[in-house]
Each structure stands twice: as structure tokens, then as C-alpha cells.
């Protein structure tokens, strides 16, 4: 079971990669994963 301290550091990582997202700060989007992590995306846009 997580504590309430686990919940809101789930809550913060979400906000601050979707943040990162949104402002395209890829920086930011970067520190949100470990260092072995991996971001998997479809391509974006019209073909």
C-alpha cells in the first residue's frame, strides 16, 4: 500500500513531465526518467 508521501511524488513526476511536455522543455522531460530509461512515442504530425 503507498503512503500519502508516494501518492504526491507520483502526482509531482506526472505534473512535471507533462509539463515538460507541454512547454516542450525537454530538459525537464529528461530529469523525469532514470538514467537507463527509455521514452517509446509514434511518430506526430500529418503524413
Do not use: H, K, N, Q
Not at 18 to 26: E, H, K, M, P, S
Not at 36 to 44: C, H, I, K, N
Amino acid at each position: 500500500m503507498s503512503t500519502v508521501e508516494d501518492r504526491l511524488g507520483v502526482s509531482d513526476l506526472f505534473s512535471r513531465y507533462l509539463w515538460a511536455i507541454d512547454t516542450g522543455d525537454v530538459e525537464t522531460l529528461v530529469s523525469c526518467f532514470t538514467e537507463d530509461g527509455t521514452l517509446e512515442s509514434p511518430a506526430l504530425g500529418r503524413s
